[in-house]
T-cell receptor, first 114, second 113 residues
Framework: KAGVTQTPRYLIKTRGQQVTLSCSPI?????VSWYQQTPGQGLQFLFE???????NKGNFPGRFSGRQFSNSRSEMNVSTLELGDSALYLC?????????????FGPGTRLTVL | GNSVTQMEGPVTLSEEAFLTINCTYT??????LFWYVQYPGEGLQLLLK?????DKGSNKGFEATYRKETTSFHLEKGSVQVSDSAVYFC????????????FGEGTQLTVNP
């Protein structure tokens, strides 16, 4: 069974631009979560989607948004990029939204903002 | 709110040495506890988990016991290998936080031959 895939793997943008990252969960998984990983702040939860609905949201500004499609694939968007948005963005999928289900992480998208 | 504190790193050991990485947590109720490992250039992999007090999670020679009385979930391995070199994250999923994971700072482990 294929794992969680994220595209693109690397991205370079400039301040003020916007970016869209994509995540394809493991087949059959309906929950997708997004995390931001930076050296300074560590791993922080962005949001979770289940059945196309946002179920949980972390403490990030409104510039960070996401959505989930009917096939469970998810995208996250960051508008008006800032230097501090440079990070590794990780996507994780799980079978359902139950906290007892293991979350499987993708390799991440490395975003660099210049 | 929920929080996880890991021992300060990095940790450098010789092959076959004993490993302990300390992890303590703050959470209401009875969270589920996890250890994740991240190898260079990769995402996170679940190493082991425990969902209730006194549970012991184990995998690939690593162990951790959910200690409610000390709010701890320390990771141990009796004999580390060079291939264990990675960053280790302690995490929790709280009763009131739904599915979101709260992570510790991560501990870089380097094992020398």
């Amino acid at each position: 069974k294929a794992g969680v895939t994220q595209t693109p793997r690397y991205l370079i943008k400039t301040r003020g631009q916007q970016v869209t990252l994509s995540c394809s969960p493991i087949s059959g998984h309906r929950s997708v979560s997004w995390y931001q990983q930076t050296p300074g702040q560590g791993l922080q939860f962005l949001f979770e989607y289940f059945s196309e609905t946002q179920r949980n949201k972390g403490n990030f500004p409104g510039r960070f948004s996401g959505r989930q499609f009917s096939n469970s694939r998810s995208e996250m968007n960051v508008s008006t990029l800032e230097l501090g948005d440079s990070a590794l963005y990780l996507c994780a999928s799980r079978l359902t939204e139950s906290s007892y289900n293991e979350q499987f992480f993708g390799p991440g998208t490395r975003l660099t903002v210049l | 709110g929920n929080s996880v504190t890991q021992m300060e790193g990095p940790v450098t050991l010789s092959e076959e040495a004993f490993l302990t990485i300390n992890c303590t947590y703050t959470a209401t109720g009875y969270p589920s506890l996890f250890w994740y490992v991240q190898y260079p250039g990769e995402g996170l992999q679940l190493l082991l988990k425990a969902t209730k007090a006194d549970d012991k999670g184990s995998n690939k020679g690593f162990e951790a016991t959910y200690r409610k009385e000390t709010t701890s979930f320390h990771l141990e391995k009796g004999s580390v290998q060079v291939s264990d070199s990675a960053v280790y994250f302690c995490a929790l999923s709280g009763e009131t936080s739904g599915s979101r994971l709260t992570f510790g700072e991560g501990t870089q482990l380097t094992v020398n031959p």
